[in-house]
């Protein structure tokens, strides 16, 4: 191994990725996570399942885009992640994803922007709908990079979701509790209308500033 590659890292990024099969945010075929360290990117392979990842499968790549570790193809949507690291210093994991009501918002083109569960305001604000763009080329990443300078999880339109952040755990947790937020929305929408919290509330909430 280049003595430059984190095991460690490679560990952290296997856990997570086995947590969100385990939690139903991602398949054999849809999801892929990375983390930036020190100049490199690790990022999880194409078409395997995140249950059976292996250290060896993790592809890791230089600032020259060269992959130094890894006995497997990288994800199709390695592009995505390289580019998103450029959009802000603070990110240093980027997961992107399918969870079905998630999904079902950026199929539908519909964004998170209630005002009615002061929790959601505190986490995201809103969670704003990118412009469709073909997946596995650069125009998605392009298309969600104004979006993501001042959010951390963007709907991607008829794809999926992207979230990013400072550590892979926090970015874990962003997906489950919008995908959560996104299913309870769906049921409330059954029940009734969703009453908004008081004004006052949404004003004192939006003032603060995003955990990055």
């Not at 499968?57 to 060269?66: L, R, S």
């Not at 497997?72 to 995505?80: D, H, I």
């Not at 919008?178 to 003032?207: H, V, W, Y």
Request: glycine share 4%; aromatic share 4%; hydrophobic share 40%.
């Amino acid at each position: 191994m280049h003595n430059s590659i984190s095991q460690e890292i490679i560990n952290e990024l296997i856990y997570i990725a086995k947590q969100m099969e385990e939690m139903k945010l991602v398949n054999v075929l849809e999801g892929n996570l990375s983390i930036h360290d020190k100049g490199l990117m690790y990022i999880t392979p194409a078409a395997t399942r995140k249950s059976t990842l292996e250290p060896e499968m993790i592809a890791v790549f230089d600032a020259d885009d060269n992959q130094i570790y890894g006995n497997k193809r990288a994800s199709s949507e390695k592009v995505m992640h390289q580019v998103a690291y450029t959009i802000r210093g603070d990110i240093k994991a980027v997961i992107h994803c399918h969870p079905p009501y998630l999904t079902a918002h950026a199929i539908c083109h519909v964004p998170l922007d209630y005002t009615c569960h002061p929790e959601i305001l505190v986490q995201f604000r809103d969670i704003p709908v990118a412009p469709y763009g073909q997946p596995g080329t650069r125009e998605i990443i392009d298309n969600a990079k104004p979006l993501l300078k001042n959010r951390n999880v963007v709907l991607l339109a008829n794809h999926g979701v992207l979230a990013v952040g400072s550590s892979l755990e926090k970015t874990c947790q962003r997906i489950e509790t919008a995908e959560k937020f996104a299913q309870i929305a769906s049921i409330c929408r059954s029940l009734g209308t969703m009453q908004n919290i008081p004004q006052a509330e949404i004003d004192r909430i939006m003032a603060q500033e995003i955990e990055t």
